[in-house]
């Protein structure tokens, strides 16, 4: 998800950056696109897919990854279809929200706005919960892992986890999303990319440090049911893939980007390969390098307990490299929530960026429930397992498919039909799989506290 932020969730008629929206002459190359995808693509759902992998074991979650790339190629395919339609019918800029409208009407744009607000919500309230992992640190199945400030000053007031995220949220994040125009945070944005490559590099160097010297775990290749409370719980990693590779609302403002718009096909199914290939490879050695002990936020295990064998300040670069690139997208994620909410409380009225009270009181409105909802919700892993089996799995998938079952301009095939419909129900299957796994989880997780 990283810069999916910069995508245009707003309406129908939101561009990735504004002023830039209408393309130019000497548009984008193919390249370019695929370098755009990537990055939208590729968020804060890679810190779960070590997790996901100790769920699963290393073969399923690599053909559960190869799946999901393949359906989600599909679900773009469906979607650029249906464009040029959507954009005579209606007259304005080609987007997501345009052919649900052209579909679905009003209404339809409106779902899939308000879908979309949820879906940037629970990734910027995972932002934070990262944010906090690395300083403050993290606690889950019965392991505590030390944040960056807890290792080098202790269990102090101000080491924990409220007072450090409260305090990057207002020094920090608050005058970056305070910005009004996108385009004011463009260097940021390529320094986020910089550092997420950073640290893919750190952990890869880590883990293949740690093979050779004999640390690695040895990672499971198949699922170990003794471990599972159900053969069900299997189902709750499908929906920590599916918000991985949930990228969907950039596609358009990308494609309007490139010299040639029929080059969008390819360059999504590029960066689909190239993202799952990373996100194979990021989950491979964080799980051999944790084993079973891998946290849902792996970058919490880069503490001092790692055992990896390599001088703790490689460790926690690991850990600041990532946290610092989520800082610098968190505001670009932030604009698309603010653009929407701001659409559906306050329709027709003039620009945001105009009026200072509502710009000013909806990001401070805004700021103040992603901090409580962090502090509520400590796991990134119960995050993705609600929002990626409800929200992402609609933008994602069934609403795609179900531009296809609708087929407003009698374009769609049989074939094309069948193939939504299949879609549709797999997507609804394991996400009513996952949310029930999820359920009964926390009832008997409640109720072994209770005990």
């Known amino acids: 998800m990283g810069k999916q932020a910069a995508g245009g969730t707003g309406g129908a008629d939101e561009p990735l950056l504004p002023e830039f929206s209408g393309g130019h002459a000497s548009g984008a190359s193919v390249s370019g696109a695929v370098f755009n995808l990537s990055t939208s693509i590729i968020g804060a759902g890679i810190m779960s897919i070590p997790a996901a992998m100790r769920v699963l074991g290393v073969l399923p979650a690599l053909v559960l990854i190869v799946a999901v790339a393949v359906l989600s190629d599909v679900s773009v395919e469906f ?6 339609w959507a954009t005579t019918t209606s007259g304005g800029a080609p987007s997501y929200a345009a052919i649900m409208g052209d579909a679905f009407g009003r209404a339809g744009a409106a ?66 999303v305070l910005l009004r125009r996108v385009d004011s945070l463009r260097f940021t944005s390529a320094v986020s990319i910089l550092l997420a490559a950073v640290f893919m590099l750190i952990s890869m160097g880590i883990a293949l440090y740690a093979l050779f010297s004999g640390t690695a775990k040895v990672p499971r290749m198949l699922p170990d049911f003794s471990r599972l409370s159900s053969p069900f719980e299997l ?21 309007a980007e490139l010299s040639k718009t029929s080059d969008m096909k390819a360059a999504t199914r ?39 064998g390599v001088p703790q300040a490689l460790n926690d670069a690991a850990r600041l490299s990532y946290a610092l690139h989520l ?83 009698g374009i769609a095939k049989r074939k094309d039909k069948t193939l939504a419909a299949t879609m549709i129900t797999l997507a609804v299957i394991t996400s009513s799989v996952a949310i029930a796994s999820n359920i009964m989880s926390s009832v008997r997780g409640a109720q072994a506290k209770g005990v």
Do not use: K
């Not at 990693?237 to 590779?245: K, N």
């Not at 590029?270 to 996100?279: A, D, F, N, Q």
């Not at 079973?292 to 055992?307: C, K, R």
């Open 79 to 84: 979607m650029l279809r249906y464009t040029g």
């Open 270 to 308: 590029i960066s689909l390969v190239l993202c799952s290939v990373i996100y194979a490879a990021v989950g491979f050695f964080g799980f051999l390098l944790f084993g079973d002990a891998t946290m849902p936020d792996v970058l919490a295990n880069f503490d001092s307990s790692s055992g990896s």
């Open 111 to 176: 779902a899939l706005n308000v879908f979309i607000a949820f879906t940037t919500t629970g990734t910027l309230v995972v932002y934070l919960i990262i944010i906090g992992d690395v300083l403050s640190g993290s606690a889950g199945a019965g392991d505590e892992h030390a944040g960056v400030l807890r290792e080098l000053f202790g269990a102090q007031w101000w080491t924990g986890r409220e007072f450090v995220i409260l305090v990057t949220a207002v020094v920090v994040l608050l005058p970056l």
């Open 235 to 255: 189902f709750t990693a499908v929906p920590v893939i599916v918000v991985a590779f949930t990228f969907h609302f950039n596609v358009h403002p990308i494609r």
């Open 327 to 409: 800082v610098l997208v968190f505001p670009l994620l932030h604009y698309s929530l603010r653009v929407n909410v701001d659409e559906l409380l306050f329709p027709g009225r003039r620009p945001l960026a105009a009026d200072t009270r509502r710009f000013v009181s909806l990001t401070a409105a805004l700021m103040a429930a992603l901090y409580a909802l962090a502090i509520a919700i400590p796991s990134i892993w119960t995050l993705f397992e609600y929002t990626g089996s409800t929200f992402a799995v609609c933008i994602s998938l069934i609403f795609p498919g179900a531009i296809v079952l609708r087929d407003a301009h």
